[in-house]
């Protein structure tokens, strides 16, 4: 077996700060998952429907690799991203940067590995690898997923390789720290405030605190857009809770971010921010379970409390993302250790 060494595999909860971890660990640079989650900018909404589609979905983040770019910029970090669509030159790639003691991040199709637990596609999924032998690859996924895992080598080719939604051309990455990296804590105020003007302005209705809007709006009708609610209610509600994100959509993440920053800078409207976002939190949650219990019962009352509930979150995430967006007009005071 080929491996890198001295991997941290900590228990983390979604899968692209999972990875980002375990690579910036390998250099030394020691970031919570909530900080690298809110460093990133990484929360936003999206109600994705489409005729194509067999139900709709519901996303608390923002596009795959999106995250991985804003942090690498904020931070200063050298962002080395292969793509190619052959197989055979993707591997090749990888085991480059394994040989050389790095591990590499790998954005693939989760359905393929063979360790997974969801049988759903998902062509955004991300994982680090930091080894290989003549049958398997070895990698860090998320907490939920078993931390550090096998596939075998045809598996992940397969995942690799996959074509559809969120997909990338058998995308892998390095992150390289520079001598002098921009400190975190300086990048704090232009990160909360890019995402709350994000979530603020959204372009489109299905996005921001407008598309938490439109959910609750729809949530109601999801009994019509289904010949399986008793699957497809509940995997919706698996979706939002429990699938990779740290559970409430995100909200946690972030919500233990601004916990973070509270504790670095002195700011009141950083502090309404976070009381906002824990009580948002709390609130998907409480959305998610009504959207599972409408589909094992079949009660539709279930569906009107569920979009009352994401009415209720529109607001309140719209106001903390309004106090958040504050933040750059008078730079808070540093709190010193």
């Not at 085991?95 to 003691?101: E, N, T």
């Not at 591990?103 to 955004?124: I, N, R």
């Not at 559809?164 to 990048?187: D, E, I």
């Not at 509940?234 to 993440?253: C, D, S």
Request: contains cysteine.
């Amino acid at each position: 077996m080929t491996e890198v060494t001295d991997i941290d595999a900590r228990g983390t909860q979604h899968c692209e700060t999972t990875a980002l971890g375990v690579l910036l660990r390998h250099q030394g640079l020691d970031l919570s998952e909530p900080m690298l989650f809110g460093l990133g900018s990484g929360l936003s909404f999206i109600y994705w429907d489409g005729k194509n589609m067999a139900f709709p979905f519901l996303g608390g983040r923002v596009k795959p690799f999106d995250l991985t770019r804003r942090l690498a910029t904020g931070l200063g970090l050298e962002l080395l991203v292969q793509e190619t669509t052959s197989p055979h030159k993707a591997w090749d790639n990888v085991v480059a940067s394994i040989d050389a003691g790095r591990p590499v991040g790998l954005q693939l199709d989760s359905y393929y590995l063979d360790y997974f637990g969801s049988e759903a596609h998902f062509g955004g999924h991300v994982v680090a690898m930091y080894g290989y032998d003549d049958h398997n690859a070895y990698l860090v996924d998320t907490d939920q997923q078993g931390g550090e895992v096998s596939t075998s080598r045809t598996s992940l080719a397969q995942a690799r390789a996959a074509r559809g939604p969120m997909t990338a051309k058998h995308r892998s990455f390095t992150l390289t720290v520079p001598r002098n990296p921009p400190s975190p804590q300086g990048q704090i105020i232009p990160a909360i405030t890019a995402c709350a003007d994000a979530f603020l302005n959204p372009p489109i209705a299905n996005l921001g605190h407008r598309g938490i809007e439109k959910a609750g709006k729809l949530v109601g009708g999801w009994f019509q857009r289904t010949d399986a609610p008793q699957r497809d209610l509940p995997q919706a509600a698996l979706m939002m809770e429990r699938a990779g994100t740290g559970g409430a959509l995100f909200r946690n993440l972030y919500r233990d971010f601004l916990a973070e920053c509270t504790d670095l800078l002195d700011s009141s409207h950083l502090r309404t921010g976070h009381a906002l976002y824990t009580e948002a939190a709390g609130l998907w949650t409480e959305a998610a379970a009504l959207i599972k219990e409408a589909g094992e019962s079949g009660n539709a009352q279930c569906l009107a409390q569920a979009g009352s509930v994401l009415g209720d979150l529109s607001r309140i995430e719209r106001e903390a993302m309004q106090a958040l967006s504050r933040l750059g007009e008078r730079d808070p005071r540093v709190i010193q250790p």
